[in-house]
Antibody, heavy 119, light 107 residues
C-alpha cells in the first residue's frame, strides 16, 4: 500500500531555513492527488501549510505563503517543503499527507517529523 | 479563515458507551467536513469525509452527521482501540482549517 515518509533535520537554528522531503512508496506521485504538508504543535494544533500537484502547481496557506516553497521530483517520487526565516513558533511535528479532491480530505498521512527551532 | 471549534475538549467514557463529539464552523461549509482520529505518536487517520461518508475500512460504529455550521461525530459503542484524539477539518475553502481536538479517555 502507499506510504509516506518524512525526512529532514530535527533541529534548526532561528532565522535559518527548513528543508523537508516526503518520500512516496507503493504508488506514483504522478497521480490525481494533492501532496500536502501539515504541521502540528501544542500551541497551534493542526495547521495546513499547503499542497503541490505533480505538475508543480501549488496552493499555500496565506499565513505562511511569504516563507514557503514546495517542489516535486517525479523521478524520485518525492515532494519537498522549504520554509525560510524560522522562529520558535515554527517548532512542530511536520506531516506530509495525500489529499483527495472533490470532496477534499486527507486520506493518507506520514507519521511526521519533529522539527525544533532553537539556537 | 474559517474557525473550527469542538466540544467537549475531552470526554471520559467506558467501553460500550455511546460518545458524541460536536464540531462547529464559524461560517457555513455545506457538507465539506472531515473527521480524523489520532493516537499518540501516530499519523492522523481519516474516519469520515463529506460530513457523513465513511472512509473505506473504518468500522460502522463511527457515524458523521450535520451540514452548514454544526456537525457531529458519533461512536455508537466505544471499543478499546477508539481511545484517541479526534479532529474535525473544514474542506469548504482554503486555507483548510482544523478543530482543536477532542480527547476520548478511558473512564
Amino acid at each position: 500500500q502507499v506510504q509516506l515518509q518524512e525526512s529532514g533535520p530535527g533541529l534548526v537554528k532561528p532565522s535559518e531555513t527548513l528543508s523537508l522531503t516526503c518520500s512516496v512508496s507503493g504508488g506514483s506521485i504522478s497521480s490525481s492527488y494533492y501532496w500536502s504538508w501539515i504541521r502540528q504543535s501544542p500551541g497551534k494544533g493542526l495547521e495546513w501549510i499547503g499542497y503541490i500537484y505533480y505538475s508543480g502547481s501549488t496552493n499555500y496557506n496565506p499565513s505562511l505563503k511569504s516563507r514557503v516553497t514546495m517542489s516535486v521530483d517525479t523521478s524520485k517520487n518525492q515532494f519537498s517543503l522549504r520554509l525560510i526565516s524560522l522562529t520558535a513558533a515554527d517548532t512542530a511535528v511536520y506531516h506530509c499527507a495525500r489529499a483527495q479532491r472533490d470532496p477534499w480530505y486527507f486520506d493518507l498521512w506520514g507519521r511526521g517529523t519533529l522539527v525544533t527551532v532553537s539556537s | 479563515d474559517i474557525q473550527m471549534t469542538q466540544s467537549p475538549s475531552s470526554v471520559s467514557a467506558s467501553v460500550g458507551d455511546r460518545v458524541t463529539i460536536t464540531c462547529q464552523a464559524s461560517q457555513g461549509i455545506s457538507s465539506w467536513l472531515a473527521w480524523y482520529q489520532q493516537k499518540p505518536g501516530k499519523a492522523p487517520k481519516v474516519l469520515i469525509y463529506a460530513a457523513s461518508s465513511l472512509q473505506s475500512g473504518v468500522p460502522s460504529r463511527f457515524r458523521g452527521s450535520g451540514s452548514g455550521t454544526d456537525f457531529i461525530l458519533t461512536i455508537s459503542s466505544l471499543q478499546p482501540e477508539d481511545f484517541a484524539t479526534y479532529y474535525c477539518q473544514q474542506a469548504n475553502s482554503f486555507p483548510f482549517t482544523f478543530g482543536p481536538g477532542t480527547k476520548v479517555e478511558i473512564k
